[in-house]
């Protein structure tokens, strides 16, 4: 399909409120579209940035194991329990290597972490 016709292919759908049409039409040609938004519409272009604001967080999600982590470690934290806190650290270092940890740490966590200059808060 050429830029064009999914162009108009997505506004149409936006303009007839078929919003599952240009979500899937969006999804296929992500990469095209992100190209060429300036082509689309204010309506489809919202929809394209929610689409991809969606896809780039389904990627940095947390699993179970994760969130599992996480949890002691602000558990650990609020305890001022170190040790455990140190063993969390060291068998899950590339978990606090990701920016997007710092969002589900508690201010224990976060203040005790940037002193062992483990993370560093950046706001």
């Given at each position: 399909?050429d830029?064009?016709e999914l ?7 936006m303009?007839?409120?078929d919003?599952?049409?240009?979500r ?13 938004r ?5 309506n ?15 990627i940095?999600?947390?699993n179970?194991?994760?969130?599992n982590?996480?949890y002691?470690?602000n558990?650990?934290?609020?305890k001022?329990?170190?040790r455990?806190l140190?063993?969390?650290i060291k068998?899950?270092?590339?978990l606090?290597v ?6 589900y740490?508690n201010?224990?966590a976060?203040t005790?972490?940037?002193?062992m200059?483990?993370i560093?808060?950046?706001e």
């Amino acid at each position: 399909m050429d830029m064009s016709e999914l162009v108009k292919k997505v506004n149409a759908s936006m303009d007839n409120l078929d919003l599952i049409s240009a979500r899937r039409l969006i999804e296929e040609n992500i990469d095209l579209i992100n190209e060429n938004r300036h082509h689309l519409r204010s309506n489809a272009r919202s929809m394209f940035d929610i689409v991809k604001n969606n896809t780039e967080s389904v990627i940095n999600t947390l699993n179970r194991k994760e969130m599992n982590v996480i949890y002691s470690i602000n558990a650990y934290a609020t305890k001022f329990d170190i040790r455990g806190l140190k063993l969390s650290i060291k068998n899950n270092p590339e978990l606090l290597v990701r920016k997007d940890i710092q969002h589900y740490l508690n201010e224990d966590a976060k203040t005790i972490l940037t002193g062992m200059k483990v993370i560093s808060i950046n706001e």
